[in-house]
């Protein structure tokens, strides 16, 4: 029986959107790993990049991810990058049940363009810098979100269906 259950994807997949719906319905804790980061630090997470670097953040992060996987019964959201960062994807997989909610690049280039929340690597990007950057990021990151236990299409995402199928695999 896994310990947690772990959403990764590209930023803008919805993986915090997902997880607080989903969370319930498992009867879990949802924990989103960018305010952990931000309550565990005292620096929002554009804060961090900014002051420290990605590198200082993406440490950062995996300490964080460290402490929240030693509780059990959560369902967590990660960051975009958290699994490609040193051994986080194996730590994820360790215990807990992944899940890679996977999205079209056209459907992450849209979401991104038309988020409010800031995104530290692409808030500062035209439309063009930003489709390139989903296609160049996508392709490094891939290799370490199909990994994961199960992967799900994030674009026509039925929750409930979701909650079912993790059920019957993961709990």
């Known amino acids: ?12 997949a919805g993986k ?17 790993l960018d305010k952990y980061v ?15 670097g990605e590198l200082v953040f993406r440490k950062c992060e995996f300490e964080a991810l460290s402490e929240i996987l030693q509780d059990n019964h959560q369902l ?11 051994q986080a994807m194996q730590l994820i997989k360790k215990k807990n049940f992944s899940i890679y909610i996977k999205m079209s690049e056209e459907a992450i280039v849209q979401r ?15 439309l063009e810098e930003l489709q390139a950057y989903v296609h160049q990021t996508l392709q490094k990151r891939a290799h370490y979100y199909e990994q994961a236990h199960l ?21």
């Open 1 to 12: 029986m896994a310990q947690n259950i772990v959403l990764v994807g590209f930023p803008g």
């Open 16 to 32: 915090s959107t997902i997880g607080k719906n989903l969370a319930p319905l498992l009867g879990l804790r949802f924990v989103d």
């Open 38 to 52: 931000e309550q565990r630090f005292q620096y929002s997470v554009p804060q961090l990049f900014a002051q420290f």
């Open 76 to 86: 967590i959201a990660t960051g975009g990058g958290t699994p490609c960062y040193e």
């Open 112 to 126: 991104l363009s038309k988020s409010k929340k800031p995104r530290p690597l692409t808030s500062h990007l035209s």
């Open 151 to 171: 992967i799900v299409d994030g674009e026509n995402l039925d929750i409930p269906r979701l909650a079912e199928e993790i059920h019957k695999m993961a709990i």
